[in-house]
């Protein structure tokens, strides 16, 4: 927004208001409930704010929450548990991308 990436605002506790925008939650999965700290999982369409999404959450609770973890799990074709990990790199151990996997501009 304006140049900047949300999260920079948000650890600069500026507020922004963010422009309405349809998206799709095609699953929303309950994972845990530890005290006052919830885990799930959510599929999402591009363009979701996670953060929104449990503003929202807690908006319609009627309660107040913060999100302290976010794992993006994939992106497009890509896939957390197809990734190398920094050690396997560094040590020259690691698979190139799928060439199925093309990239656009």
Known sequence: MNGKKLYEYARANEEVKLPK????????????KN?????????????TYVRSLINDICQKLNTV??????????QGPFKLEDSNTLEDIEKG????????CVMKD
């Open 65 to 74: 929450g913060t999100m302290t973890n976010l794992i993006r799990t994939a």
């Open 93 to 100: 151990n690691f698979s190139t991308i799928d060439k199925k």
């Open 35 to 47: 005290n006052d700290l919830v885990k799930f999982r959510v599929l999402v369409s591009k363009g």
């Open 21 to 32: 925008r349809e998206v799709n939650i095609y699953s929303n999965l309950f994972l845990e």
